[in-house]
């Protein structure tokens, strides 16, 4: 037995869980896909009395649009999201990260809303919904409220989740124009984490030209960054040949003043996923 | 102690077992049910030895609690051959010198089936992409990624020339 002991209880609905979270003493985990947690557990880094799996609550699962936005459920794995037709079609960045998690096994547990609120500074989905300027819904036993996902992220693996709250859904606004969009991750040789995560949200206009630019980087600082500098110089650009003439690196380094050693060696490689996940946007075209 | 009683079907059969919480799927397996064809490499997440099929999907067995396997149905690579005549992909494995030790044949069978209910003819690229999650530190790769695509062939009825 590597874990420390505690209490398992299996969550039947989200307002179950979070009876059962306002209900328990000691410290109280929720587990989905356990694809954070339970490597946590087993290597002690984490020792909670009680873990609540909401992994069987299928209000937690899925994806639909309304209200012209597009919910993704918080337990929905990162292989319904690599699959989702609505998803391929409204939100493509969302499909395009998912594909790229860990691997065909880790896909196939680990959870949108697991990741998030983990809030690992090298992770994928940090980065995606940061790209997104996504919503993320949370719900306690007497209150829901919406985050927005500028505020969610409080220092490293912290988030702006609170001990009696459930992370119920993340939503994104259906886009107006046509959407371009990259990912790019420089992986680790041996963890193959992310070192550097670029994603890149363009909306792009008639005329062909960029109407909206998102872009945030992963893997250099607590979380991932949005960098509005380089942001503001892709729009009015013509959609195609992104990179061209941009000083992302000069960018990136006025963004991210504080970057511990190798500073320059690191501004290198998050310089080269961005220049590809703008490549990325382009070849789309 | 905290232990409690699931419900699970493993290989075709149902079972009842008592396990504590903190009880990885895999030493259930191995340790409760005696299905030691499941192995245990890294033992943190990375090289897919034990991988298994969980309600039809892929799974590193290290990481799932036997409590989440209530009422679930559980495949380990006992199940693959059937009345001791190997299955087409663990023969494709054999001719196609697929393993050296071993160790970690188990788990790219496992992940291989999925990937061939994916993709009845995976490209190589597919193979290599799908099989990214299961670590072998014997043959490279070369023979593996060969068998899975020699195991479809095979499926589909025409089988290739093994040289």
Redesign the interface.
């Known amino acids: 037995m590597y874990s420390p002991r505690f209490d398992y209880h299996r969550a039947e609905s989200i307002d179950h869980a979070l009876r059962l979270l306002s209900s328990l003493d000691g410290d109280v985990k929720l587990l989905a896909g356990g694809h954070s947690l339970v490597p946590a557990l087993k290597l002690r880094l984490a020792s909670p009395s009680h873990l609540i799996d909401i992994s069987a609550c299928s209000e937690l699962k899925g994806v639909r649009e309304e209200d012209g936005r597009v919910l993704i459920g918080a337990a929905t794995s990162y292989r319904e999201l690599e699959s989702d037709p609505l998803l391929a079609a409204r939100v493509p960045l969302v499909p395009v990260v998912a594909g790229q998690v860990a691997d065909m096994l880790v896909r196939n547990r680990g959870t949108i809303g697991g990741s998030l609120c983990n809030s690992d500074p090298n992770a994928d989905f940090p980065v995606c919904v940061l790209a997104l300027d996504a919503r993320l819904h949370v719900r306690s036993l007497g209150e829901e409220r919406a985050i927005a996902v500028s505020d969610w992220f409080d220092g490293l693996m912290s988030t702006a989740l609170r001990p009696d709250e459930v992370l119920e859904s993340i939503s994104v606004a259906a886009p107006r124009q046509q959407v371009r969009c990259g990912y790019v991750k420089v992986k680790h040789a041996a963890s193959r984490f992310g070192v550097a995560c670029a994603a890149a949200n363009l909306g792009v206009s008639g005329d062909g030209r960029v109407a909206s630019a998102a872009i945030a980087l992963g893997g250099l600082a607590d979380h991932p960054v949005r960098l509005a500098g380089l942001e503001a110089s892709l729009v009015g650009r013509e959609a195609h040949d992104l990179a061209q003439g941009l000083q992302i690196q000069e960018q990136l380094a006025a963004a991210i003043p504080d970057l511990p050693p190798p500073r320059q060696w690191l501004l290198h490689v998050a310089a080269g996923a961005i220049r590809k996940a703008l490549g990325q946007c382009t070849s789309a075209a | 102690m905290?232990e409690?009683t699931i419900s699970i079907d493993v290989n075709g059969e149902q079972r009842r077992v008592t396990v504590?919480?903190?009880?990885?799927l895999v030493h259930l397996l191995r340790e409760q049910l005696g299905l030691t064809g499941t192995h245990i490499g890294c033992?943190?997440?990375q090289c897919?030895a034990c991988?298994v099929e969980l309600d039809g999907?892929?799974?590193?067995s290290?990481?799932?609690?036997a409590?989440?396997c209530?009422g679930a149905r559980v495949r380990t690579v006992e199940s693959l051959a059937k009345d001791g005549a190997l299955s087409a992909l663990q023969q494709a494995f054999m001719d196609n010198h697929a393993l050296q030790c071993g160790f970690c044949t188990p788990g790219m069978l496992m992940?291989s089936q999925?990937?061939l209910r994916r993709h009845p003819e995976p490209t190589e690229a597919q193979v290599r992409e799908?099989?990214?999650?299961?670590i072998c530190r014997c043959t490279g790769y070369q023979n593996i990624v060969k068998a899975v695509q020699d195991a479809a062939s095979r499926i589909a009825g025409a089988p290739r020339t093994v040289e």
Do not use: F, M, W, Y
């Open positions: 905290n409690r504590e919480p903190r009880t990885l033992d943190t997440s897919g991988t999907s892929a799974v590193k290290c990481t799932v609690l409590v989440q209530e992940s999925e990937i799908l099989l990214d999650g299961n």
